[in-house]
């Protein structure tokens, strides 16, 4: 007995000693909500896109940590002078991960898919300026436009405008199958997404053989999973109150970014009394945003006035549209003849911003007579019947697609926005074909927003990461919802 435990302790610190030369070669990510499922072209869920943006799914051109476009399986495109045609050069020797090549058919496929009267896809307005997709060749994508649209190729950055291949297109909710540097692994519901490297990619490939992303909705346990190491990586961590812990950690690196997140209380405008205007203002009024930043996230996250954030580009300053100012909310609310005792109802998907924000909006609203039923939702709950029924009064939701002010201008979308003018200078803006001319019609869309108030436009998610400080390679801003981990990796 006394000689095997003696094996057994030299060999343990054969391999502790060894192990200070071993690098690393996996990473394990939190994330605080799991996904509804992991096809991004099927649901509206950002949780989707952050686990397979990049890692698994790539359309014809990407968004990098920076916002900036790249291209992605398309090499190289040019624009026609008439800004109607696009033609894209895509690249060859492109395999999904079940061997099936990428060609202009798959592109074809993918855009006719999006566009299709039956389509699921969430942001199906991206694709509405598209008339036909054509294959002059299999390496080339002609798509051409019914009107110049100046924010099409952004919008194909997108993780909605991500390529699909006909084979694997129904199954890629629960498999999914791309041409990304990591392929799908193994889906543990409740609990963790697990991808591996493609070894077939066509690109740079992963310098991690693998990544599993673990589902930990709770900040506590967050934390704690942080601490004991058993997670990496945090990269939007949901307790920034914690953060002053974890900064005195030599152990862990604490980056504070920005992200294009919008957080707005949602009204429906199709409601009563939100269908009129003084009631929007009187909201909007009776909110301290400032205090609620502060209580959310201990300050971070810049106020915002409109549906619009600093790092957006034309952004307008509107914070002074709607100073926090009870009396005046209170004269709004008789104007409108909403009388003191009314009650509405906020539901509340699972994020922090969320849930505690209810709370807080509550009490402020009660301040102006106001008497407020919150009602916790789960996120699929929140997808079918907010999201997708309109069947709601107002809820509290992170918008975090980047200058995604198409969406009030669309016939249809959850909160009933409907107005002529917005429309027609939305139409205006994407066809504009001159940048100073552009900026302009942005400043007007923001101030338009502003004046109808909508929704009550809160403050911008800040990007809050927490991770080893031997891990590189993690964006440190969230242009967009994702976690690329392709250029992820440990430190020597």
């Known amino acids: 007995m006394k000689r095997i435990l003696l094996a057994a302790m030299t060999t343990t610190a054969l391999l502790a000693s060894a192990g200070a030369g071993f690098s690393k ?37 990407r968004i990098d940590g920076q916002g900036n476009l790249k291209p992605g399986l398309a090499e190289s495109w040019t624009t026609s002078p008439d800004e109607l045609t696009y033609t894209f050069k895509l690249r060859q020797n492109v395999k999904f991960h079940d061997g099936t090549p990428f060609d202009c058919a798959i592109v074809k496929f993918s855009y006719d898919r999006a566009t299709a009267p039956d389509s699921t896809n969430a942001q199906k307005g991206l694709f509405e300026p598209i008339a036909k997709t054509e294959c002059p060749d299999p390496s080339t994508a002609v798509v051409t436009l019914k009107r110049p649209t100046s924010t099409f190729l952004f919008g194909m950055g997108w993780g909605d405008a991500v390529m699909m291949a006909p084979g694997s297109a129904a199954t890629n909710k629960t498999k999914p199958v791309g041409t990304g540097a990591f392929r799908f692994k ?21 310098k991690l053989a693998g990544v599993t992303f673990r589902f930990i909705s709770d900040p506590s346990a967050a934390a704690a999973a942080v601490l004991a190491g058993d997670i990496d990586a945090f990269p939007e961590f949901p307790a920034p109150e914690l953060l002053e812990r974890f900064k005195a950690d030599n152990r862990l690196q604490v980056e504070v970014g920005t992200t294009a997140g919008k957080v707005v209380f949602v009204l429906n405008n199709a409601r009563k009394p939100f269908d009129d205007v003084k009631v929007r203002r009187a909201l909007a009024h009776a909110i301290d945003r400032k205090a609620l930043v502060d209580a959310i996230s201990s300050g971070y996250g810049a106020l915002i006035g409109s549906h619009y954030t600093p790092v957006d580009p034309g952004y307008l300053d509107l914070n002074s549209v709607y100073p926090y100012d009870v009396a005046k909310a209170k004269a709004l609310l008789a104007e409108a003849g909403v009388k003191p005792g009314t009650v509405m109802t906020i539901v509340l998907p699972p994020p922090a911003y969320s849930r505690r924000g209810g709370e807080i909006i509550a009490g402020m609203l009660s301040q102006v007579g106001l008497q407020v039923n919150l009602v916790p939702m789960e996120f699929a709950q929140w997808l079918d019947q907010v999201f997708k029924r309109s069947d709601y009064e107002t809820t509290i939701i992170g918008h975090t697609e980047a200058r995604d002010l198409d969406i009030y201008a669309r016939d249809t979308y959850y909160f009933n926005y409907q107005n002529p003018e917005y429309k027609a200078l939305y139409k205006a803006y994407t066809e504009a074909k001159d940048e100073t001319q552009r900026i302009e019609l942005l400043g007007k869309l923001q101030r338009k927003l502003s004046d109808d108030e909508p929704n009550v436009f809160l403050y911008a998610l800040p990007k809050i990461g927490v991770w080893d400080k031997k891990v590189q390679g993690l964006w440190k801003n969230l242009p967009i919802p994702a976690n690329d981990l392709t250029a992820a990796s440990w430190a020597n």
Request: proline share 9%; charged share 25%; aromatic share 8%.
């Open 25 to 61: 070669d996996t990473l394990t990510v939190g994330e605080v909500l799991e996904p509804p499922g992991l096809d991004p072209t099927a649901g509206a869920a950002s949780a989707i896109r952050r686990v397979t943006y990049s890692n698994i799914y790539e359309g014809l051109v």
């Open 186 to 206: 193994r889906w543990v519901q409740g609990d963790r997404v697990e991808l591996e490297r493609n070894p077939d990619y066509w690109g740079t490939p992963a």
